[in-house]
């Protein structure tokens, strides 16, 4: 089987313009409503070619597929929308097969249109139908390889104009405008950069606890259970303030940001990580030097409890899934764990904001994941990606190890930032965009030479 060769995204990066949103003609009356959309596909090719840069307006990136049939690529409008055009830009991998179906739900589906002789190229394509979904499901490919799509745009009118501004929404005070997303390469160094990192090591504060001060503020009790790590005194009434005045498990003393997962239980019981955790920070885009520390106050839900396997699997956090023993890249909680070894899970959180807001109506709008190493137009600030890893003594038969909030993939965890704004800013700016490997106290021990952001306390010096 030949491989294909494709640019790796550094020299695709490096070689095309910064092209960051493309503007087809369309019908006057339609809107372009798929731009920047959640998007999910039946498989991906590689890491350079994941679901959601079929829809990031961008012609140096691509959703890729697997080489086989079936295959689907499939966009969330977010409300119910009258769909009247759909414009595909095939790569060289096109479908020579395949049909555009519309869902109210994602799991019927409609077929608005049809073919079985396409040539590929830049298509677009006259549809009447209506859904929250709409996908292009191949049948045939018209090559060896898989499918593939630089562009797939859908238009139309939708029934819910987005708002920007009300209940649910906190505005960052100051706002941070004027920001291009940036498509620098850094140059090569040497010693070469390999990681752009620090760790947050931080332990349970506190357990069993039913709250959830960001989804469910000021409702005690409200919340399945949950595990926190940092901060000691985070409940259901948690504020920055409150947060900013409380203590932490944290190795360092200047993070007094609120961590929580929802509570693992084995059976009936409740198990709790042992010890410090890891909690990465790093660089989810390619230009480590742009990433800025995180404003006071901001607060996310990283994955979701109502999750299902393919949505768990195929989100652009995530990294290794559950692993235990040897037994890896999991999507679920394995059936068994080699005795005496632990289950871990490892997740990504998105790592470009929107500048504007500090929480959003569903916890997650005001921040996206990075596409091919650049954060989107519509979120251009690259703050730190944060990336749980999360440890449980518990092995053997796992059949009755779950979560407070269901199955494994429904793994979730939220976020609220207390950081003293100066530490944070000394380990961003020493660790992440200076292409280092640190601990807690800003150290690489692979480059000794290059010092410390922290003193031996974990303080600034």
Known sequence: MHKRTLLAPFATLALVSAVLTVTPSAYAAD??????????????????????????????????????????????????????????QWEAAYAKAYQIQTSPDGNSWTTVYSTSASTGGDQTLAVSGSGRYVRM????????????LYEFQVYGTSSVTPPTDGPGYVTANPPVTGVVPSTKVPPAQNPPVTHREFQANCSVSRTNLNDDPIVLPNLPGASHSHTFLGNRTTNAATTLASLQAGTTSCITPGDRTGYWMPTLLNGDTP????????????SGVIDYTSVRPFPPGLRYVVGSPSATIDEFRNNPGAVEGFECGDSTRNWDIPATCVAGSQLNVRLQAPSCWDGLHLDTPDHKSHMAYPIVGVCPASHPVAVPMIEFKMAWPVSGTMSGVHFASGRGYSFHYDVYNAWDPAVLAALTTHCINGGLQCNPRGFDQYKPDRGAALNENYELP
């Open 31 to 88: 809107t372009l409503l798929s731009q920047g959309r959640p998007a999910l596909a039946s498989s991906t090719e590689n890491g350079e070619s994941p679901a959601i840069a079929a829809v990031d307006g961008r012609s140096d990136t691509r959703w890729g597929s697997q080489w086989a049939d079936p295959q689907w690529l499939r966009v969330d409008l977010g409300a119910t929308a009258t769909i009247t055009q759909v414009r595909l």
């Open 137 to 148: 499901y191949g049948t045939q490919r018209g090559t060896g390889y898989g499918y593939s």
């Open 271 to 282: 198990v709790q990580p042992d010890g410090p955790q890891v909690i990465y920070y790093k």
